[in-house]
C-alpha cells in the first residue's frame, strides 16, 4: 500500500512541527548512531529512499557525494526537501519507493530513514535496492522497532494518574498490518519480527554488517530531557549491510 498521508495538509502541518522537521538531523535521536553507521560519502553515488525534508541528501553532499538522488511519494516532502537544498546539486524525485526503477547498479550507497515500515512487501523493495546498488555497495537503512510495532496503539500502560508504568508487547508474532495512530492521523504501518528483518536483508543477497537499537545520547537527553522515557526501549533500529 503506498500511502501518502503527507500530502493531507493537517497532518505535515503537525509533522513540520516536529523538533526534528524544525531543526534537522540533530534533533533526531537516533543520529549520532545512524552517522557513525554510513560510509565514507566522498565521489559516491547516493539513493536516499523516503528522503522527507532531504536531511540525508544535504549531509551525503556536504560529505562530498557526487550524486544525491532523493525519493519520497509525498508532494510536499519532496518541495521542502528542493528548499531545504537550495544551492545543492541534489536529484529530487516524487516517487513510491516500491515504483522504483533504476539502471542496474547505479548507485554506491543507498540509505533510507524511517520508512520501512511503512512498505507492506520488503522483500521486493530489498531486492530492488539489491539490483541498483553496485557489487559492495552499501546499504544502511533504519525503521521502527518490532518492540514498537507489535501493537496499533503504540503507546505505554500508564497508572490513574497518566505516569507510564511500562512498555507493552502484544501479539509479536502476529506480522502485518498495524492500523496505528501518529500526528492525531490514522497510518497504516506493517509490523514484522526482528527476525523477518533481519533474515530479509539477508535473503535479499546483503551482508549484514552492523545492527544497532539506538538509544539517545546525553547530550540529546540534555536539550530533550522530555524524551527520557526512550532509554527503556528500543523505538528504531538501524542496520548496514553490503551488496554481496
Known sequence: MKQNKYDNNDFFKSYGEMPRSVEGLNAAG??????????????????????????????????????VTGVDLSEKMIARAKENSKGLTIDYKQLAIEDMDFEPEKFDIVISSLAFHYIKDLEVVFRKINRVLKKGGTFVFSMEHPVFTSRAEQDWFTDKN????????????????????????QVIKYHRTLETIINTTIASDFCIQQISEPKPSDDFLKNYPEMKDEMRRPIFIIIAAIKK
Open 162 to 185: 497518566g505516569n507510564r508504568l511500562h512498555w507493552p508487547i502484544d501479539n509479536y508474532q502476529d506480522e502485518g498490518k498495524r492500523q496505528a495512530r501518529f500526528l492525531g492521523h
Open 30 to 67: 537516533e543520529w549520532y548512531v545512524l552517522r557513525e553507521m554510513l560510509p565514507d560519502f566522498k565521489g559516491r553515488n547516493v539513493l536516499d529512499l523516503g528522503c522527507g525534508y532531504g536531511w540525508h541528501c544535504i549531509y551525503a553532499k556536504a560529505q562530498g557525494a557526487e550524486n
